[in-house]
C-alpha cells in the first residue's frame, strides 16, 4: 500500500508539535503535513496531492467546516476530519456536515489510527489494484443512461421545477410505469392510488423521487438477455425490499426524511454489484451460485477467489463512478461487514445492514429455510446500542412485507 500522506491544521503550534512527535513512529504507514491556518492548508493542498485533512475546528481566521466545506468544493477526493476539543452542538452540526468524521481531543494515536484505517477503508476499496484489475477485464462498465442524466440534471439544480421533472420522467414511459408501481408499493404508504407522475412526485419530494429515480436507471443499465440463469426478477424485489425497509428502519431510528431517502436508496443499490458479477464474469458466476447456494459469507469469499473481488465492492465502485455519495458507497461495499466500514452512527449503512438481513429472514420463513450466515453483526450493532430495537424494526418490516405488490 502507498503512504498516505495526511494534512493536519491547528492554529496552536503546540498541538502540532505533539502530534508531529506521535506521528514519528508511524512513518511506515503515513507521511505528515501541517499547517497552521485554514488558507495555509489550502495552499498546501493546491500545491500537492494529499489523502486526508484533519482539522480543528475553533481557529481564528476561517474555521475548521469552513475549510472543509472548501476542501469538499476543490479536492472532494481527500478525506475529510475535524479533530477537536469540545464541541457544542451548533458546532457539531456544522462539522458532520462537511467532515466524514469527528474526533475528540486529546486523541490517541491508536483512536486515531483506527480512525485513519477506517476512514481510508473506503478509499482503499475504491482504489483497489484487484478492483481495478477486475474492471480492466469488464468490456463496458455501464454509463448513467441519457434520460437518467436530464433528469439528474434538472433534479440537482437549484430552481428544479416539480412540473420539469414530471414531464421529463413522463416522457419515459417504461420509467413513469416503475415508478407508479414503486410509489403504490407499501413501501411509501401513501394510502391512496397515485396514478399520474406529477402527483407521485409532489407526494414523495424531489429527493425520493430522485433516488427511484436513480435505482430504476441503474438496473436498467445493465443487459439482462445476457444472464438468462441470473434471476433478475428475485435480486429486484429483493433490492426494492432491502430499500422499503431501510427507509422504515432509518425513520424509526431518527425520524428524518433525508436519512431515511439515503438508505432507501442504499438499499436499492446494495446488490447491484451482483449484476456486474453475473454480466460480466457470467460462467464463473453462474458456477459459483450453483455451487455456494445462498450462504452470503461464504459466497464473498468465494466471489474473491474466483473473480478478484466481491459484488458488494465492485457495486461501491461502479456507484463511485457515477457520482453517488460516500454514505450511499459505504452502505454498498461494508453491507455484509459493517465493522469494517468507516463511519458508525445512524447510516445508511446501519439500516441496510439490518434490511438485508431482515428481508432474507422473512423470505426464508416463508419458505421454511434459514441462511444461517446472513446473520447480523452483533459486535457492530452493540456499539451503536441498538440490538433492543432489534425485535421491533424486523416486526415493522414484517409489517411492510404483508403489503409487498
Ligand atoms: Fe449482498
Ligand atoms: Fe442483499
Request: net charge negative.
Given at each position: 500500500m502507498d503512504k498516505k500522506r495526511l494534512l493536519f491544521v491547528d492554529d496552536e503550534p503546540m498541538v502540532l508539535k505533539g502530534l508531529q512527535r506521535t506521528l514519528r513512529k508511524m512513518r511506515a504507514e503515513w507521511e505528515a503535513l501541517y499547517a497552521e491556518s485554514g488558507e495555509a492548508a489550502l495552499d498546501l493542498l493546491a500545491s500537492q496531492p494529499v489523502d486526508v485533512v484533519i482539522s480543528d475546528?475553533?481557529?481564528?481566521?476561517?474555521d475548521g467546516a469552513q475549510l472543509l466545506d472548501i476542501v469538499k468544493e476543490r479536492h472532494p477526493k481527500v478525506v475529510r476530519i475535524i479533530l477537536s476539543g469540545q464541541l457544542d452542538r451548533d458546532m457539531t452540526l456544522k462539522s458532520v456536515r462537511v467532515a466524514h468524521q469527528l474526533l475528540a481531543k486529546p486523541c490517541d494515536m491508536t483512536v486515531l489510527r483506527d480512525a485513519l484505517q477506517k476512514t481510508l477503508a473506503l478509499n482503499q476499496i475504491l482504489a483497489d489494484d484487484a478492483i481495478r484489475r477486475v474492471v480492466a477485464r469488464i468490456d463496458t462498465l455501464p454509463s448513467m443512461p441519457a434520460s437518467c442524466t436530464a433528469i439528474m440534471t434538472e433534479l440537482q439544480?437549484?430552481?428544479?421545477?416539480i412540473q420539469r421533472v414530471a414531464d421529463l420522467i413522463a416522457r419515459d414511459l417504461g420509467m413513469a410505469a416503475k415508478i407508479l408501481q414503486m410509489v403504490n408499493?407499501?413501501?411509501?404508504?401513501?394510502?391512496r392510488r397515485v396514478t399520474d407522475v406529477k402527483n407521485a412526485v409532489m407526494l414523495l419530494g424531489l429527493d425520493a423521487i430522485k433516488a427511484l429515480v436513480l435505482s430504476i436507471n441503474v438496473f436498467s443499465a445493465f443487459n439482462t438477455r445476457k444472464i438468462p440463469f441470473f434471476d433478475f426478477e428475485g435480486l429486484w424485489r429483493h433490492s426494492l425490499a432491502a430499500g422499503g425497509y431501510a427507509r422504515r428502519i432509518m425513520t424509526l431510528a431518527t425520524g428524518e426524511r433525508d436519512r431515511a431517502t439515503a438508505a432507501f436508496l442504499a438499499g436499492m443499490l446494495h446488490d447491484i454489484g451482483k449484476l456486474i458479477l453475473a454480466v460480466n464474469f457470467s460462467t464463473t458466476y453462474r458456477e459459483l451460485l450453483r455451487e455456494v447456494p445462498a450462504t452470503t459469507g461464504e459466497r464473498l469469499d468465494r466471489e474473491r477467489e474466483l473473480i478478484g473481488t466481491t459484488h458488494a465492492e465492485i457495486g461501491a465502485y461502479l456507484m463511485g463512478l457515477w457520482g453517488l455519495e460516500r454514505s450511499i458507497l459505504t452502505a454498498i461495499a461494508f453491507?455484509?461487514?459493517?465493522?469494517?466500514?468507516p463511519v458508525g452512527g445512524l447510516e445508511p449503512l446501519m439500516a441496510v445492514h439490518l434490511a438485508n438481513g431482515y428481508d432474507h429472514r422473512l423470505t426464508d420463513s416463508h419458505q421454511g429455510g434459514g441462511h444461517p450466515d446472513e446473520d447480523f453483526d452483533m459486535a457492530y450493532l452493540e456499539d451503536l446500542g441498538l440490538v433492543e430495537n432489534l425485535a421491533a424494526w424486523q416486526q415493522a418490516c414484517a409489517d411492510l412485507e404483508e403489503d409487498m405488490p
Open positions: 475546528m475553533r481557529m481564528p481566521g476561517m439544480s437549484d430552481e428544479a421545477s408499493s407499501a413501501f411509501f404508504g401513501l394510502y453491507h455484509h461487514c459493517p465493522q469494517n466500514s
